[in-house]
């Protein structure tokens, strides 16, 4: 049993891609061919926003974004600590300060209470995170950054296509960014992301950054990274895009199946969506206190769970200049200590759900 199934997927749009990658082929623009404009004007108009400009990775996006908001050595930016390494990593390689302030229990993502206490005369930007499928309370969020003028990141690495107040992620604030890694919702076969925005100017300079700072040949106004799509990702992106909505679809049901199966008793804690967000259900994950134990007793039986950020980033050693110790982001330390997630895909099979449910009631009830 696969951890997420891409060949089902692959199978289901075979004759799509093998079509998309052949025309690359013949036309041989491999750099910004006309595939990369054609996937940017379809995913900006899926968004919602004025502005999509892809790059060469989520991590890149990230980047980008940063320096088209100036961020320098010296400033801060606000993240979390329960998430991948890249989104503080980016922080800390322009020579900012990545400043962490602890994640809500229910949803995982940051949460807007503690926000306002992270504020300082250094801040310049706060990066949110959608974790596992759904957006952070970017309305509230929005509202305490509106009133210090700060700009809003949203990292949607993990929720692209997931909605908040019935608005999509990758337009509620400032800049959205997200990541097409080939386990993502919507993932290419590689590395590749994309930069959403309304704002004109900020849109112009990704697509400089992207191009080593080069507003047109021979002229470079600005530094910027080698950050560009691959023409192939962006054609294999098209018809995944084209079935993206069936597949979140699909996701949803595989995590209601779920739900029914494991929501009685209280050794499994269910994942729980805020009632003003969807999920694109990128993992699902259950918090347990017998976390290493259950991913034994699954791998015993064929079943793949994974432990994300098991070690949250404020503990890690890259960032122990930071000065922060175990305690000072309680919750975030305990998602990290009992959450696993569980073998999520639009192609899931019901038997499959009920082999893997049965196998965790066997060792937590």
């Known amino acids: 049993m696969p951890f997420i199934d891409l060949a ?21 623009s491999y750099v910004l061919g006309p595939e990369v404009a054609e996937v940017e004007q379809k995913l900006a108009s899926y968004v919602g926003v004025k502005h999509c400009v892809t790059v060469s990775s989520g991590t890149d996006s990230l980047l980008i974004a940063m320096m088209a908001l100036g961020i320098q050595p010296g400033d801060e930016v606000i993240t979390v600590p329960f998430t991948w390494i890249s989104t503080a990593e980016t922080i800390a390689l322009l020579g900012a300060k990545p400043v962490f302030v602890d994640v809500d229990d229910a949803t995982f993502n940051l949460d807007p209470s503690k926000l306002e206490a992270a504020i300082n005369s250094r801040t310049k930007a706060i990066m949110p995170v959608g974790i596992f499928g759904q957006t952070a309370n970017m309305q509230a969020i929005n509202s305490i950054a509106d ?15 997931a909605t908040h107040h019935g608005v999509k992620s990758c337009s509620l604030s400032t800049i959205g960014s997200t990541s097409f890694f080939p386990s993502k ?12 925005t309304s704002d004109d100017e900020l849109a112009e300079k990704f ?4 191009v080593h700072g080069q507003e047109r040949k021979h002229y470079h106004p600005m530094l910027g990274v080698n950050g560009r799509m691959d023409t192939l990702q962006a054609a294999i992106l098209m018809p995944k895009l084209e079935i993206f909505d069936d597949e979140i679809t699909l996701r949803q049901q ?5 739900g029914q199966l494991l929501s ?6 269910c994942p729980q969506v805020a009632e003003y967000n969807t999920s694109v259900w990128a993992q699902y994950t259950i918090r347990t206190q017998d976390r290493d134990g259950l991913c034994m007793e699954l791998g015993e039986n064929g079943i793949p769970s994974v432990s994300y950020y098991a070690v949250p980033l404020h503990l890690q050693p890259v ?42 009631r066997g060792v937590l009830v």
């Open 8 to 28: 089902a997927q692959q199978k289901r749009i075979k004759p799509q891609i093998d079509e998309a990658i052949q025309r690359v082929l013949q036309h041989g």
């Open 185 to 196: 919702p919507l993932g290419c076969y590689g590395d590749g992301g994309a930069l959403f």
């Open 207 to 210: 697509r400089y950054i992207r």
């Open 147 to 161: 009133q210090y003028g700060l700009p809003v990141i949203e990292d949607a690495a993990q929720c692209f296509g």
């Open 254 to 258: 595989v995590a209601d199946t779920y």
């Open 319 to 360: 960032f122990s200049d930071l000065g922060y110790s175990a305690g000072d982001f309680p919750v975030a330390e305990a998602i990290a200590n009992d959450t696993l997630s569980l073998p999520m895909s639009p192609y899931l099979a019901k038997s499959d759900i009920d082999r893997i449910a049965s196998v965790i």
């Open 264 to 269: 009685e008793g209280d050794s499994v804690r």
